[in-house]
Each structure stands twice: as structure tokens, then as C-alpha cells.
């Protein structure tokens, strides 16, 4: 009898101990889902850009996914960056997220010297958004993107893009 | 069930039901605290009154405050500052107290390194105090944002960057956090949960736990002496009340405390009313906009050390992580980090009390270089006073107080 007792005790406690991992697991899963971003951000649309106005050496920053995106017009005298240009037409494009690779500050982008410079940290970028000087880790990161005729599609990820990024 | 008479008066008809008198005893009259510590010991509960200012001021807040991007910035500056009878009061006093409470916190801390009271059976004090200052630092933080004014906008986008550093996961790990790709309105309403709720209570548990831990151990004293408790307090149970040692909490230790207190609260409301500034940043005035950073960020004073040392390896970026990581946890470890036995205040304990006060001065250094813009020979002062601080906790400390047990034969 006392045998029995003890592993009728032992049935209620693995029951128990079962029912609560089921809830305690379950209970995480919902927690997290909840906190992660919503379909209505995640979905959050492409953006388009029409480069056939761009003079050369012209800087523009559109807005992606709420991030600052920039995109340069190189000059003939401006370096090229193989891994990283972005060639519609005969053109060649820098384009970036611009926010510092560091801690996400967003760097400034200065005509004159044809640089990146983070504020926060003192990071520098060249016009390729390669990271020259300071904390930043890596260059700026490329956003995905589809060339279609003159314009820039932001968000989709086009055979140029995964060329540039498989290279690098 | 106990049987229940006719009560001859509020405390007896209490007593009877929920054991009053035993519970007041164990917590105020027969609560014993050293007699021999000094004002500096007050400071805990000058934390409770600010803690208690904090929890009614933000009440208040609370009942205006908007927790909507496009709401928030008007709601704090424009109805609460404005609109509302003496709303401007309750701002100051929630970003004065919310200051001030970091002082009194470093105070506090270091009058407990001074003294030694972090070892020797108070180890679990001092954990759960650290604890409380990492609660603070995140409730201070989360609640450093809901203005939504351009620093705390890229206060918020910095810290929840530094998650993105975590290997593999990181990335992800920070759109999480925010709910967005970027700091957004799901982050500002999950942050202001987390600051009027969840934090507060958690906050709430771990100083009780923090009043708890004190219990068996008893405070320390300003010689580091040991005390019989038991016989101090029969002592003065006697009436024997000049020779014992030992003085209830209540009503006498806390008559000194409350002198303490009632001067504080005077700097305090002076502060509030005539010099909030300080704990307000003028770059917070203007709305938060994603999309153009502040020409130079910086967090409020009491955070600059660490942050500091996180940009103090300004070469590179992992480095800065880990000692960033290293700086916040390390203090944790300081009972186990401290090899000797002795419990002492620091000026009777030679290479300690050294050690002390260039740790002072190194932070106080890390401090200033904080909030100065970390270009040219900046770069390089952050940079020493950094691998100082991590040398001195790191290697200084276990190293001279080995010494020190050595030489007191342990
Ligand atoms: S965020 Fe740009 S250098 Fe730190």
C-alpha cells in the first residue's frame, strides 16, 4: 500500500509538472509573438525612386522602412567601388542605409568632402558608405533593391542586388 | 481560531485580528541599528522618500500623458507644462527626484564600498542593491523616452542598437524590442508599460527584499565592528540604554534619519523650483525626428561612465561592448572580488583606501569625459580612464586585498 501511495503521488506530480511546461511554453510563445512587430509594420510597402533627375554628384536621401536611405550620384572623379556601386543605366549610384553601422546614429553626408560623419561616435564613411575612421564596425549596409528602367525599387530584392551582395 | 474578545481600543481590536503589536515590534521598536554610524547611513531612507516623491509625481503625470508618437511631445510639453494647475511641478519634482535618486544611489553604493559592507554575510545586501540600481537604470531609461523629444528618441535608438551586437540573433533581436524596424510607437507604448507598471512593481518587490536582507546580518557600523545583537538589544531592553551599543529603529534611529531627510527634501524642493533645469536636456525640447540625429548625443550624467567606457575602446566596437558589459555587472561581484576578510572602514586599511579614492577619481573622470564630444585627444583620455577603471576592479582590487589577508594571516 505505502508503494502505491508513493507512485500515486509521483503520477500527480509528473502531471503536474507536465500541465505547467505545456503552460509555461505556451504562455512564452504568445509573450513573444505579442511583442514582435506587427503584420502592418512588417508588410510596411517598397519605396520607389525615379534617379532620371539626379545631376551628377547630386546626394539624395529617401525614406525606407523609416530608415534614411541615401543615394549618391558619382561624379567621374569620384572613386568607383566595384562590391558596392549600384549601375542603372551608365550611371554609377552609391546607395545606403544610412545609419551608422556603430550604435545607429544617423552620419551626415558632406558635399564638399564627399564623406560620412557620425556625430555620436565620431565613425566616417566614404562616399562607396565604406567605414573609414572610428567605431563603425562595417560599411553601411545596402537595402534590397530592384533596378526597373531609370527607377530604384527599395524592398525587393532584384537579380543586381543579390549579385552585389552575394560578392561581397 | 484564536478567540476573539471585546477590544478596549483600535490597536487591541488590530491586534486580535492581524498580530499588530509582534508585527511592529519586529519591524520598528525591537528592530535594532548600531548606534556608532553616522549620516551618511541615512541615505537609504532618503531613497524611500524619493522613491515615494517619484511613485506620486508620476501618478499625477500619468494622468495627462499621452502614450501616442504623435500625442506625447504636446501632451508633456504643451498640457501637462502648461494646462494643468501645477503640472509643471509634478514634471520638475518626477526629473529632479529621478536625478537627485542617482546621486543619493552612488552615495549610497560608495559608502558601502568605504565600509566594507559588502562582505562578510552581507554579500546578499549588496546583490540585491545592485540589483535595484540595474531596476533603476532601466526604469530611469524607459521612462527617459516617453517625452519624446529628440534625446529620448536617440537614447532610445542607441541603447536598443546595443542588442544588435549579440551574434547571430542581434539584428533581429532589436526589431524585435522596438516591435518596429526603427524606434516607433510600438516602442514608446511598450517602454511606458514597462515604466509605469512592470518596473515599479518589480522595483517594489526587491526593496522589500532589500529590507529583508538586512535582517540577519544587521547594518554595518562605522567602525566595522561586530556587535552581539542579541545581548546589545537585552541590554537595552533593561533600560540599560546608555551602555548598550544597539538602538531600536523606532522611534529613536529613524527621529535622526527624518532630521536628515526633512534637510534633503528642502535642497530637493529649492532644486525643483528654482533649478530644474539641470535634469531636463534642452535637445529634448524639440519633437523626435527619425530622421535626423542630434549633432552630439550624450545620456544624463549619472549614466556617462559606463557610457564612457563603452565608447572608450573608440577603435572598436566589440571591445567597448564587452567592457560596457563588463562595467555594468562587475560591481555585483565585488564581494567575491575583495579577497580579504577584514571588514574596515577604508582609512584603516591602507592600499584599499587608495584603491577607493582612484576609483573615485577615475569615474568621476570617466564622468566628465561622458559628455565631452570623443574627438582628438578626448578619444584617447576615455580610452586610459576606461582600461583603469577595468584594471582597478579587475586585477587592483583581488591583487591588494590578497595582500591584505596575507598580512592578517588568513
Ligand atoms: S553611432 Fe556612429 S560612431 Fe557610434
Avoid at chain 1, 505556451?26 to 508588410?43: G, N, R
Avoid at chain 2, 507644462?81 to 535618486?101: D, I, K, N, T
Avoid at chain 2, 570617466?366 to 580612464?385: D, Q, R, S
Amino acid at each position: 500500500m505505502g508503494e502505491k501511495e508513493v507512485s500515486r503521488r509521483d503520477f500527480l506530480g509528473m502531471t503536474l509538472g507536465g500541465v505547467a511546461a505545456v503552460g509555461v511554453g505556451a504562455s512564452l510563445v504568445a509573450m513573444k509573438s505579442s511583442w514582435d512587430p506587427l503584420p502592418s509594420v512588417v508588410s510596411a510597402g517598397f519605396t520607389t525612386v525615379d534617379l532620371s533627375s539626379m545631376q551628377d554628384g547630386e546626394y539624395r536621401q529617401v525614406e525606407y522602412r523609416g530608415n534614411p536611405v541615401y543615394i549618391i550620384k558619382k561624379t567621374a572623379e569620384m572613386k568607383k567601388c566595384e562590391d558596392r556601386d549600384v549601375v542603372v543605366g551608365n550611371a554609377d549610384y552609391s546607395v545606403g542605409i544610412q545609419i551608422c553601422t556603430h550604435l545607429g546614429c544617423i552620419p551626415s553626408y558632406s558635399a564638399d568632402t564627399t564623406e560620412f560623419h557620425c556625430a555620436c561616435h565620431g565613425g566616417k564613411f566614404d562616399a562607396c558608405g565604406k567605414n573609414t575612421f572610428g567605431p563603425p564596425p562595417t560599411p553601411m549596409t545596402i537595402p534590397p533593391f530592384k533596378i526597373d528602367g531609370q527607377k530604384l525599387v527599395l524592398g525587393e530584392e532584384g537579380p543586381e542586388y543579390l549579385k552585389l551582395v552575394n560578392k561581397a | 481560531m484564536a478567540e476573539i474578545r471585546k477590544a478596549d481600543g483600535i490597536v487591541d481590536w488590530l491586534d486580535q485580528r492581524i498580530a499588530i503589536r509582534p508585527l511592529m515590534k519586529v519591524l520598528m521598536t525591537e528592530y535594532w541599528i548600531p548606534k556608532n554610524i553616522n549620516f551618511l547611513w541615512a541615505m537609504g531612507v532618503v531613497l524611500v522618500v524619493l522613491f515615494t516623491l517619484l511613485v506620486v509625481s508620476g501618478l499625477f503625470l500619468l494622468m495627462y500623458y499621452k502614450p501616442d508618437t504623435k500625442l506625447a511631445f504636446d501632451s508633456v510639453n504643451y498640457t501637462i507644462m502648461q494646462e494643468v494647475e501645477y503640472g509643471w511641478l509634478w514634471r520638475h519634482l518626477h526629473a529632479v527626484s529621478a536625478s537627485v535618486c542617482f546621486l543619493i544611489i552612488y552615495i549610497h553604493m560608495f559608502v558601502g564600498i568605504y565600509y566594507g559592507s559588502y562582505k562578510k554575510g552581507r554579500e546578499m545586501i549588496w546583490i540585491t542593491g545592485m540589483l535595484l540600481f540595474v531596476l533603476f537604470s532601466a526604469e530611469a531609461f524607459s521612462g527617459y523616452m516617453l517625452p519624446w523629444g529628440q534625446m529620448s528618441y536617440w537614447a532610445a535608438a542607441v541603447i536598443t542598437n546595443l542588442f544588435s551586437a549579440i551574434p547571430v540573433i542581434g539584428p533581429d533581436l532589436v526589431i524585435w524590442i522596438r516591435g518596429n524596424f526603427i524606434v516607433s510607437d510600438a516602442t514608446l507604448t511598450r517602454f511606458f508599460m514597462l515604466h509605469v507598471v512592470l518596473l515599479p512593481v518589480i522595483i517594489i518587490a526587491v526593496i522589500v527584499m532589500h529590507f529583508y536582507t538586512l535582517r540577519i546580518p544587521h547594518v554595518n557600523n562605522a567602525y566595522g565592528e561586530e556587535i552581539d545583537f542579541e545581548k546589545e538589544a537585552e541590554k537595552f531592553k533593561a533600560g540599560n540604554k546608555k551602555e548598550s551599543k544597539v538602538i531600536p529603529f523606532w522611534p529613536m534611529f529613524l527621529s535622526k534619519d527624518f532630521f536628515v531627510a526633512s534637510f534633503f527634501l528642502a535642497i530637493l524642493f529649492y532644486l525643483t523650483c528654482y533649478h530644474y533645469s539641470f535634469a531636463l536636456d534642452p535637445i529634448n525640447f524639440d519633437p523626435a525626428d527619425h530622421l535626423k540625429t542630434p549633432p552630439h548625443i550624450y545620456p544624463e550624467w549619472y549614466f556617462l561612465w559606463s557610457y564612457e567606457v563603452l565608447r572608450g575602446f573608440f577603435f572598436s566596437a566589440d571591445l567597448g561592448l564587452i567592457a560596457f558589459g563588463i562595467a555594468n555587472v562587475i560591481f555585483v561581484l565585488l564581494p567575491w572580488l575583495d579577497r580579504s576578510n577584514v571588514v574596515a572602514p577604508a582609512h584603516k586599511r591602507p592600499a584599499f583606501m587608495v584603491w577607493y579614492w582612484v576609483l573615485i577619481a577615475d569615474m568621476i573622470v570617466l564622468t566628465i569625459w561622458g559628455k565631452l564630444p570623443p574627438t582628438g585627444v578626448n578619444a584617447y583620455i576615455g580610452f586610459v580612464a576606461s582600461i583603469l577603471f577595468l584594471f582597478l576592479l579587475l586585477v587592483a582590487l583581488p591583487v591588494i586585498t590578497k595582500l591584505e589577508a596575507k598580512k592578517n594571516g588568513q
